[in-house]
Structures are given as C-alpha cells and as structure tokens.
C-alpha cells in the first residue's frame, strides 16, 4: 500500500503487528515509531509482563548467615598463627610462607588481622592491647631482637608482600596509622621496633609521610610519646637516607611544615625543637625545622608587604615595619631585598601587551625605588636586586624587553651603582636569558666604563 506525501497518517490495519512496523519504519523513519506507537499502543504492546524476581525471606536470612561466616576472622588468624609458628625466626621461610598462603587465603578480606598478627602476634583490640580469645603466635615484630640488622629484615618481608599482593599498599598505611595510635598500649621497645622498622618503610618508599598524622594525636603528643617515637623513627630514616630524600618525603605530602606539632603547644617553637632534636643527635633535621620555619615567615612577611603595597601605606611605614621584622626574625638584607622585589612586582595587575608593560612597569618602581634603596645598602644586595630582576623578567615573557630600562632607572634612582652593574654583566649574570639581557645592556655598560675612564683621568690632571 502506498501513501501520498504529507498526508495524514493512515496505517493499513489489516496487516499483522510485525508488517506494520516495518511499514511504519520504511514510510516514515525510526524516529516516527515511536510516535505511532503512542497512538496506537495496543497493536505494538505484548499481551503478557515478565514478573520481576523476587527475594524471599528465607533467601535473605541465607545470605546474611553465609556473609557473618565469610568475615569471621577466627579461621583465618588459626592459620597464619600456625604457619609463622612452623616457620620461626627464619624471615626468608616467613616471605615464602606468606607468598603461599595468599593463593589460598583471602588476604584482602582480611588485612588488617595479618597485619596485627605480624607486627604483635596477634589481632588487637583498641588501645593496642592484644584479644585474649585467639591464638597468637611468639614470632612477630615485638618479640624480635631491637636492631637496625633485623629490623631492615622485617622490613623486607613486608616488602616482599606488599609487592607480591599490591592490593595490601593501602591496608598496610591504614594499619601503620593505627599502630601509631595505639603507641601508649606498647612498651618501649616496641614501640622503639616500631619506629625503627617504619623510619625504614619510609625511606623504601613502602608507605607515605602522611602517616605521621597519627603522631599529632593528642594524648601522645602531651606525654611526650609523639617526640619520643619521632627521635627513633628519624634517625633509622636517614640512616637509610640523607636528608634531602627525608625533606622532599616531607614536602610531598605537606609534613615539612607540621613537625612542631610533635609537641604541646606551649613548647611548640623553633629554639625547643632544635634543642630537642639536636641533643638527640638529629641536627640535620633540626636545621631543616628551622629553615622550613624561616620560609613561612618570609611568606608571611611578602603577604603582610603586599597588604600594605594594596592599601597604599606610606614608604615610610613600610620601611619602618621591614626594618623591626629584619631585626626580630634576623634576616639578611640580601634576603630581604628578594623579598620586598617580590612584594612590588606581586603588588600590581600587569598589562598583558609587552609595548605598555614596559611603561607601566617603569611608572611602579619609581614610585618604590625609595623602598629598593632602603635595603640596598652593601654592594651584594645591589647584586642580588640584579639576578632577581633578571629572573623575573625571564620567567615573565612581557618583561623581557623591559629588562634594560628597569636597570637605567634604579641606577638613576641611586638604588643599583655602576660597580654592581659591571659586576654582573662581566661575571655574576644568571644563565637564564643571559645573551638576550647582554645584548640590552651593551651601549649601557660601555657608557658607564667610558664615563668611568673619564672620571680617572680627570683625577689624574688634577694631581
């Protein structure tokens, strides 16, 4: 049956329901079915429902029986206890052991109960104390020998493990953060293993800095158990690590700057951790505290200067708050002259065309060229003002061009001498963009040596 185009919809009703879909399909596309079939529901509709599977009570009871078995925990601690009890101290035959038995046991399931059996012999309860109603095993952690060797053994196996069952990485960080918490339930020489074993996980990179949050809990960190544990830990860390790896460990997971919070709050400064941690024959990292403490003053101090660069504060009070924070935080002036180039080049919205940067950037820093001089008053902070600006003008592409007239105006301004100028394009320059800001400064440094030579033979006729 044909249909003239554009005419109402006709459907040919003699036909059968499957005829009269590919009909429809043919003569007016997909996207029309579904159209007809709303208007024609009952040719398209099938006369009979599938029912919708249910769940019986008998069925729900089954599944809630076998899921409390599946957890019980009982079976599987009986032969990880019997295993380590065959094996004894021989850690290589504990690695193959354990290796085995995940083929067969259901680590994942149940990693922290293999865990706490392999660091304290048995599962523990809160507080750190071990369950009395399971059997527990005299080969663990706790009960090896307190030394670096066999410390570095354990560690082992438990990297063996880990490797082999990937899986394990993020129990085992959630049990160390545990174990940490549980430090006053253990005597001192477990937890002195403990430390010693996890400052050597750290340094394998088997788990995370970020675990030391456990150590600002506090209750430990009041009665001295967070610093205590802290001394043994750092010192196996950088026993396998120098302090640059420990630092950049640190730093990742924002640790670097926490670590006074391994103790109370009213002995929570510089001078006491580094008395601390020096008398415990940890100076390397009582020097980094307290250059991690001097970078967030610096921090500090170039956001208080901006604030006041945005306010428009007079120079003078400006000067005056730099000069009482020099003083108090005892900081160089070379570094402090970094700071304050920073806080008024931080201070501005830059245009983002290089042809009126340049002109805004000159109008800026004649406004704070008193404020440059103030704190340019030795030769090496003259220099240092240098590499800073030619740092700054690599690192920001619209200053590159602007690099030269920056110079000409603080020479002007008296805040840099021509000996600090001479100096730095003869030998003290940065790489970074060196032959570009050679180029700029050339005719410069040619009329200052010109003017200097004039200078002298002036003083020599008049001798």
């Not at 050597?200 to 600002?216: D, P, Y």
């Not at 406004?367 to 590499?387: C, N, V």
Request: glycine content about 6%; some cysteine.
């Amino acid at each position: 049956m044909r249909m003239r185009r554009g005419g109402p919809l006709f459907p040919p009703w003699h036909l059968g329901r499957l005829q009269l879909t590919q009909f429809v399909s043919q003569y007016f596309g997909l996207h029309r079915l579904f159209l007809i079939k709303q208007r024609i529901p009952g040719v398209f509709m099938s006369n009979q429902r599938q029912q919708k599977p249910t769940l019986t009570g008998q069925r729900f009871k089954t599944r809630k029986r076998d899921e409390k078995e599946r957890f019980d925990p009982t079976q599987f601690q009986e032969s990880i206890v019997q295993g380590l009890n065959q094996t004894g101290t021989d850690l290589e035959a504990v690695a193959k052991f354990l290796d085995a038995s995940g083929a067969k046991l259901d680590y994942r399931r149940y990693a922290e109960t293999l865990f706490d059996i392999l660091v304290a012999g048995g599962m523990l309860a809160p507080g750190g104390t071990l369950s009395d109603d399971m059997t527990r095993t005299e080969f663990c952690l706790f009960t090896a020998q307190e030394d670096m060797e066999t410390m570095q053994a354990y560690a082992q196996v438990f990297n063996k493990l880990i490797r082999r069952y990937k899986y394990l990485e993020k129990g085992f960080e959630e049990e160390i953060k545990k174990l940490l918490l549980f430090l006053k339930g253990f005597t001192e020489s477990e937890r002195n293993k403990l430390a010693m074993l996890t400052g050597i996980l750290l340094a394998n990179g088997n788990i995370s800095a970020s675990i030391l949050s456990s150590l600002f809990n506090e209750n430990l960190v009041k009665e001295g158990v967070s610093a205590a544990f802290a001394v043994k830990l750092f010192k196996s860390w950088l026993n396998e690590r120098d302090i640059n790896s420990v630092a950049a460990s640190l730093r990742k997971v924002g640790m670097d700057n926490r670590l006074m919070e391994l103790f109370p709050a009213n002995k929570r400064s510089c001078e006491h951790f580094s008395k601390y941690f020096t008398d415990a024959g940890l100076k390397e990292l009582s020097d980094f505290a307290r250059n991690q403490q001097s970078i967030g003053a610096r921090k500090e101090l170039q956001k208080e200067l901006q604030e006041q660069m945005s306010r428009g504060d007079p120079l003078k009070d400006i000067i005056a708050y730099i000069r009482e924070e020099t003083k108090k935080s005892n900081i160089s002036e070379q570094t402090m002259i970094g700071i304050i180039w920073s806080s008024v080049m931080s201070s501005m919205e830059w245009n983002k065309k290089e042809e009126l940067v340049t002109e805004q950037a000159i109008k800026h820093l004649k406004q704070y060229s008193p404020l440059l001089k103030a704190f340019t008053s030795q030769g090496l902070s003259e220099l240092t003002l240098l590499l800073k600006i030619q740092e700054y003008c690599y690192d920001n592409i619209h200053f590159m061009k602007a690099f030269q007239k920056i110079v000409v105006l603080l020479y002007k301004a008296d805040v840099l001498s021509e000996e600090a100028i001479l100096k730095w394009y003869s030998e003290a320059h940065l790489a970074k963009g060196k032959s570009v800001f050679l180029e700029q400064m050339k005719k410069f440094v040619e009329w200052l040596k010109n003017a200097e030579e004039e200078s002298e033979s002036e003083e020599e006729e008049a001798d």
